[in-house]
């Protein structure tokens, strides 16, 4: 995968307004991913939203969705996301003992594969398996909840994840969640990430379209000027 000409910006709904959600996806019509948060009760404390949900909430917009699964087994429960048909489907490598088996069912059931680690999860042990995953998720908050302070010393995994992609020795889009905003963008930017998820400071804004598009902007100034288009 190569890096995208320009930052992506992936809404995340868990700061939506739940009883309009297709209103809520209309509002952010324009952003390259929408993320869609599903958590389970075990793996993270929180409960949100399901494979139903997904299901109508696909049949309400074209914005590839980006599911990022909070969840136990997620061998036995990611794949239907992908036949469902969200774009990119992402499990954590906490949550699994054969994250290279997970990637390769949802793959074969036709989506995106995305690894998920946690703020305290070492990247090492994972590197390997960063060559049969199409995206890596780095958390920088606590997964379960929106609204969260950002973790800035996560940074050092995007920074050894960009300078293996860019050497060529690796090809994955790296993926920041949690605490994004026009305060924390920049050094997330600065540090080589290509896809940047944000829940309350997009849709805590009057206009949410105009916060991905401000947040977009934000990072942009700190794009590389000649990446290769996607
Ligand atoms: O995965 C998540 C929480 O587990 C959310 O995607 C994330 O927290 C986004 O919300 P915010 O931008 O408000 O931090
Ligand atoms: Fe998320």
């Given amino acids: 995968m190569c890096r995208p000409s320009a930052p992506m910006i992936a809404p995340s709904i868990l700061s939506a307004d ?9 509002a952010v019509e324009g952003s390259d991913w929408l993320h869609v948060d599903v958590m389970d009760a075990h793996f993270v404390p929180n409960l949100t939203l399901g494979l139903p949900v997904v299901e109508s909430l696909l049949k309400a917009t074209d914005i590839p969705m980006d599911c990022h699964l909070m969840i136990e087994d997620p061998r036995r429960w990611a794949p239907p996301y992908a ?17 290279r088996a997970v990637a390769r069912d949802i793959r074969a059931a036709g989506a995106k594969a995305g690894l998920a680690i946690k703020p305290g999860t070492d990247l ?12 890596l998720l ?31 020795e690796l090809s994955v889009l790296v993926e920041i969640d949690g605490g994004i905003n026009a305060d ?3 050094e997330a930017a600065e540090a080589g990430v290509d896809c940047f998820v944000a829940g309350s400071a997009v849709y805590s804004a009057d206009d949410p379209g105009r916060a991905v598009a401000a947040l977009r902007a934000q990072a942009a100034a700190f794009w590389p000027t000649a990446v290769e288009a996607e």
Avoid: C
């Fill in 18 to 26: 739940f009883a309009n959600l297709a209103a809520e996806t209309r």
């Fill in 83 to 99: 036949e469902a048909g969200a774009y990119n489907v992402t499990f954590h490598a906490e949550a699994t003992d054969d994250p």
């Fill in 124 to 135: 090492t042990p994972y590197l390997e398996i960063l060559r049969d995953v199409d995206t």
């Fill in 138 to 168: 780095v958390m920088s908050v606590e997964p379960g909840f929106g609204g969260q302070r950002f973790i800035p010393e996560v940074l050092s995994k995007v920074r050894t994840v960009r300078n293996l992609v860019d050497a060529g």
């Fill in 184 to 186: 924390t963008i920049e």
